[in-house]
């Protein structure tokens, strides 16, 4: 059993036209074909499998060089004749030892920012700012949020555009390592925020000052 069985290619037209989508900045690395038994590998170890058009036989991607890409999650289009993997490398996809093989700029977005934390935070390093910050708890993280956000005020009132953008990144930052100590995700955040996109016309008037409070 796979919780992927409810995925059914049509193998009937031929190699399944597969695509790998990076799970968390969204650039797209590569492209590949799969016969049914490459995909039902893929579905079983959740690790990509492709079929080698060139070598004629099935190849685990990363077999050589060890950098494995691991399925996070997997979808199927329209006409079920293609599929899109979204998955976690453990290295550069592509033989040039690049993170894709498209020459797209490498993106790091919030996403990328809250595994990088999560992965500071279960590495228990002692080195570790974002390990310190959790250590000492909610109080000093909140403390350097609210620092960092007024950084990003002064900034914008200097009308200093690489202030603000270097405040911001702070910022951000320490916002991640908030949202994983409060054991909120970016997904809970995003799902907020779409939700909140189908409202229109929402505006309710001025808030009141804090001091009226």
Not at 104 to 128: C, N, Y
Request: proline fraction near 2%.
């Amino acid at each position: 059993m796979s919780k992927y069985d409810a995925l059914v290619p049509d193998f009937s037209k031929g190699l399944l036209t597969v695509v790998l989508q990076h799970f968390t900045n969204k650039n797209v690395l590569m492209v590949g074909f799969m016969n049914e038994e490459a995909f039902e590998l893929t579905k079983r170890d959740e690790v990509v499998w492709f079929f080698s058009r060139s070598k004629n036989r099935l190849w685990k991607k990363g077999e050589s060089s060890e950098h494995y890409q691991f399925v996070k999650d997997m979808y199927l289009d329209c006409d079920q004749d293609a599929l899109l993997i979204m998955i976690e490398p453990a290295g550069p996809t592509c033989h040039r030892n690049t993170e894709s093989c498209f020459d797209v700029p490498v993106a790091f977005g919030l996403d990328d920012l809250e595994e990088t934390i999560r992965q500071r935070a279960v590495g228990h390093d002692e080195k570790s700012y974002t390990n310190y910050l959790l250590d000492k708890g909610t109080d000093k993280i909140a403390k350097k949020f609210g620092e960092e956000a007024f950084e990003v005020v002064i900034g914008a009132k200097n009308h200093d555009k690489e202030e603000v953008a270097n405040e911001t990144a702070d910022l951000l930052y320490h916002l991640g390592v908030l949202l994983y100590d409060q054991g909120v995700d970016v997904a809970d955040v995003t799902k907020v925020l779409i939700e909140r996109h189908q409202k229109k016309n929402n505006f309710k008037g001025e808030r009141k000052d804090v001091d009226n409070y």
